[in-house]
C-alpha cells in the first residue's frame, strides 16, 4: 500500500475542505477501499474517514421514510427491525465487516454484485449529498460509478417505505456478495423490480417483470418472460445464461415471500 | 506520521504510524502482540480477528489511526487474569477445535463476540457468524462442537 495522509474531521464541511486537496479520497467503513489500496489500485494522497463526523450517524423514521445516515454500518441496519432491508444487511459479508462497512460508503463504490444498491433502487430512494438530493433512478451510473462529482459527500439515504418488499440474495459462497440479488418493492405508485450482480452495467430496473407485476402481482405473472444473457456478467462463478436464469428465479421467489 | 493512542487489553499503549499502517500490523509490529495472526491480508480468512470498541473487526482491514482512542481486546486479552485458559479457550483445547491453530485467535474472538450477543446459539448461528473466519485443516466439526460447548458452560 503507497503511504497516504490521514484526517478525521468531525463536521461535513471540514470534509469537504479536507476532500478538496489533490487526490484525496472519502474512507467510510474501508471493507473495499482498503483492500484496494493494497493492491495499489488505488493511491491517494490523503485518506478522509467519514466515521468520525456525527451529522452522518443514526437512523430516523418519519412520514413514511426511514432515513439513514450515510456512516451507519451495516450491523446498525440489521438490528433496527427494518424488514427486508434489515434482513438484507445482515447478509452483507461477514460479522467482521458489517461492523465496518456503512451504507454510505456501499452506494459511493457501486460495486456491480453489491447488495444495498438493489433495495435503493427498487424503492426509489433519495440519495442526499452535502450539496444535493440525487434520485436513486439517477444515482447509479455503470459499474463503480455513480452521479457523485468529485469531493461530494453522501450524507443520508432517504428510503420510502414500501407496502410490501422482499430482497433475495443468491449468495457467491467465498465472498458472500450477490452472484445475482433482486429486489422486489411494492410502492405506493407500483412494484419496482431491481437486480444486482448480473449485469455488467450494474444494478438495474427489470421494467418487463414491474409491468406484469403491477398487473397481477404473482410469481406467476413473471412465468412467460425471459431475460436476456446479452450484457450479463461473466465470470468463473457464472455464465450470462446462468444469470439471466436466476434474475428469474430470485424475482418469482421475492415475489412469492413479498 | 501520526501519533495515537488506545488501550489493548486494558493498557494504554501510544506509538507512531503512517497513515497506511494497518491496525493488525501495528499490534504486531510495535506492541510485539503477535497472537493476532495475518493469514490472508486481504480480509478473507479472519486470522486478524480483533474487538474494537466491543465489536469484531478484522485488524488487517482497519487502519491503526481509525483505532485511535479506542478499546482493543486481542487474543492475548483473552486468558483469564491467572493465566489459565478461557472457558473458550479451554472448550477449543477440549473439544479439538483447532488442528494447525493458525486460525484460533480469530475463531476464539468471532465466538467471544458471537457468545456476548447471543447465549445459546443454533448451529446454524455459529455457522453464520463464522462465515468470515477460515479454517483449513478442522472441517468446522470440532469448532462448532466447542462454541456450543462454551456456550452451554457460559450459560
Same mark, same amino acid.
Given at each position: 500500500m503507497h503511504n497516504f495522509d490521514f484526517e478525521k474531521p468531525s463536521t461535513v464541511a471540514d470534509a469537504v475542505a479536507a476532500l478538496a486537496s489533490e487526490d484525496a479520497q472519502a474512507l467510510a467503513g474501508g471493507q473495499t477501499l482498503i483492500p484496494t489500496l493494497k493492491q495499489r489500485l488505488a493511491a491517494p494522497s490523503k485518506l478522509v474517514s467519514l466515521? !468520525? =463526523? *456525527?451529522? $452522518?450517524q443514526g437512523i430516523s423514521h418519519s412520514d413514511g421514510v426511514l432515513t439513514i445516515g450515510a456512516a451507519t454500518t451495516h450491523v446498525e441496519v440489521a438490528a433496527g427491525g427494518y424488514g427486508s432491508l434489515s434482513v438484507l444487511a445482515g447478509n452483507i459479508g461477514d460479522p467482521a465487516v458489517r461492523n465496518r462497512g456503512t451504507i454510505g460508503g456501499s452506494l459511493a463504490n457501486n460495486? %456491480? +454484485?453489491?447488495?444495498?444498491p438493489a433495495a435503493v433502487l427498487a424503492t426509489g430512494a433519495t440519495i442526499n449529498t452535502n450539496a444535493r438530493s440525487i434520485k436513486a433512478d439517477d444515482f447509479?451510473?455503470?459499474?463503480?460509478?455513480?452521479? $457523485? /462529482? /468529485? !469531493?461530494e459527500i453522501i450524507t443520508s439515504v432517504a428510503f420510502p417505505i414500501p407496502e410490501a418488499s422482499c430482497y433475495e440474495k443468491f449468495e457467491q %459462497?467465498? +465472498?458472500?456478495? *450477490? $452472484?445475482v440479488g433482486v429486489c422486489v418493492a411494492k410502492m405506493a405508485g407500483g412494484v419496482r423490480v431491481a437486480v444486482t450482480g448480473a449485469s455488467e452495467e450494474g444494478v438495474h430496473r427489470w421494467r418487463e417483470a414491474e409491468t406484469a407485476l403491477n398487473a397481477n402481482f404473482s *410469481?406467476?405473472? =413473471?412465468?412467460?418472460l425471459s431475460v436476456s444473457a446479452d450484457g450479463l456478467i461473466s465470470d468463473l462463478h457464472g455464465t450470462p445464461k446462468y444469470r439471466a436464469n436466476l434474475v428469474k428465479v430470485l424475482t418469482a421467489r421475492a415475489v412469492a415471500n413479498c | 506520521m501520526s501519533s495515537i493512542s488506545m488501550t489493548v487489553n486494558g493498557k494504554t499503549v501510544s506509538g507512531e504510524v503512517e497513515g497506511r499502517t494497518l491496525l493488525s500490523q501495528f499490534l504486531r509490529e510495535?506492541?510485539?502482540?503477535?497472537?493476532t495472526h495475518i493469514g490472508c491480508?486481504?480480509?478473507?480468512?479472519?486470522?486478524?480477528s480483533v474487538h474494537v470498541d466491543g465489536k469484531l473487526v478484522k485488524g488487517c482491514t482497519m487502519l491503526a489511526v481509525e483505532a485511535d482512542g479506542a478499546a482493543v481486546t486481542t487474543? @492475548?486479552?483473552?486468558?483469564? @487474569?491467572?493465566g489459565s485458559l478461557s472457558i473458550i479457550q479451554a472448550a477449543f483445547q477440549e473439544h479439538h477445535g483447532?488442528?494447525?491453530?493458525?486460525?484460533t485467535p480469530g475463531m476464539v474472538m468471532a465466538t467471544d463476540s458471537l457468545l456476548k450477543s447471543n447465549s445459546d446459539p443454533s448451529e446454524a448461528e455459529i455457522r453464520k457468524h463464522l462465515s468470515g473466519n477460515i479454517c483449513r485443516?478442522?472441517?468446522?466439526h470440532n469448532i462448532i462442537k466447542s462454541i456450543q460447548a462454551a456456550a452451554s458452560q457460559l450459560g
Open positions: 466515521t !468520525g =463526523i *456525527a451529522d $452522518l460495486d %456491480p +454484485s453489491a447488495d444495498y447509479f451510473d455503470g459499474i463503480f460509478t455513480t452521479a $457523485l /462529482e /468529485e !469531493g %459462497p467465498a +465472498s458472500r456478495f *450477490a $452472484l *410469481a406467476d405473472a =413473471i412465468a412467460d | 510495535d506492541l510485539l502482540l503477535t497472537g491480508d486481504t480480509s478473507q480468512c479472519g486470522a486478524c487474543i @492475548e486479552g483473552m486468558a483469564n @487474569e491467572d483447532l488442528q494447525c491453530g493458525f486460525c485443516c478442522t472441517g468446522y
